[in-house]
């Protein structure tokens, strides 16, 4: 099989050169093409991306490719993915986030097991804290009372919401069925992605996910398989400043205008 990996990155550079390291270092069972997206930074973090690869400090192995590109408007986390859609030759594509380090093959082990899994179009391993606590992520479609738990934590008449939204409770020890699919880790059939359009660029942060979720959804089946792992910072940028939570509530308000008002 053929693989490609995305990160789209934005004044993040240490990060994303490590993630990049990662998923160089570990993925070897299968040719891979790795894209490393920077959107417009400020910082000049497309030019030290291009700098790593020009001095060595990002290294494709045997069977890779690596590219930088360098957008020159910020569009988004989705209009960044979409930047390589229409040059994907892949088998199975990986959006992945500059916050992700993995310890194992888990692009090989993903696309292997979606190969072998009849109707997948897209999956996620299980993503932990670097001190291994497994992170508890949406897996049901977005609800708004879900989403003002999670940035009103000490409203706890609506956990419950949270609870359903997280599946807690259910066996997420084995592969199941999901109807979000984080954006931080994706692994998507690279020709249903294609068939879906990539991401809604109308989305500039936040939610774009779970519509890219919905829209594979269509294409098949959407699953969690917890056996593969990979480590996950997660900064949760928009449960700690104004601007990001803004950004959030614009995009739900997007995502239920398409999919539907779920309480």
Same mark, same amino acid.
């Given at each position: &099989? ?14 994303? /050169? ?27 973090? !497309? ?8 001095? !060595? ?17 910020? =569009? ?37 097991? &979606? ?29 708004? /009372?879900? &989403? ?9 008449? /609506? ?37 879906? !359009? =990539? ?43 104004? =601007?990001? &939570? ?13 999919? =539907?008002?779920?309480?």
């Amino acid at each position: &099989m053929n693989l490609s990996a995305c990160i789209v990155t934005y004044n993040d550079r240490e990060e994303a /050169l490590r993630a990049a390291a990662s998923v160089l270092d570990h993925t070897r069972r299968h040719p891979l093409t790795l894209y490393l997206v920077d959107n417009a930074s400020p910082d000049g973090t !497309g030019d030290a991306l291009r700098q790593a690869v020009k001095d !060595g400090r990002l290294a494709p192995g045997d069977g890779q490719t690596l590219r930088v590109i360098c957008r020159e408007k910020n =569009g988004g986390f989705g209009a960044g993915h979409n930047t390589v859609l229409k040059e994907l030759a892949s088998d199975y594509h990986f959006i992945l986030n500059p916050d992700i380090l993995l310890k194992d093959d888990t692009l090989s082990d993903l696309a292997e097991w &979606m190969e072998a899994a009849p109707g997948a179009v897209m999956a996620r391993p299980a993503l932990c804290f670097p001190d291994g606590r497994t992170q508890v992520l949406p897996l049901r479609r977005c609800s708004l /009372l879900a &989403m003002v738990y999670r940035q009103l934590g000490f409203l706890t008449f /609506l956990k419950k919401y949270n609870d359903a939204y997280v599946m807690a409770g259910e066996d997420l020890s084995q592969p199941r069925q999901i109807e979000f699919c984080t954006g931080s880790f994706s692994a998507v059939k690279t020709s249903a992605f294609r068939a879906a !359009g =990539g991401f809604d660029e109308g989305y500039f942060m936040y939610v774009e996910d779970a519509d890219l979720t919905q829209k594979m959804l269509r294409q098949g089946q959407v699953w969690l398989v917890p056996q593969f792992s990979a480590v996950h910072l997660w900064h949760r940028a928009a449960h700690r400043s104004l =601007g990001p &939570m803004i950004w959030q509530a614009r995009s739900l308000c997007r995502y239920f205008r398409k999919w =539907g008002f779920r309480w």
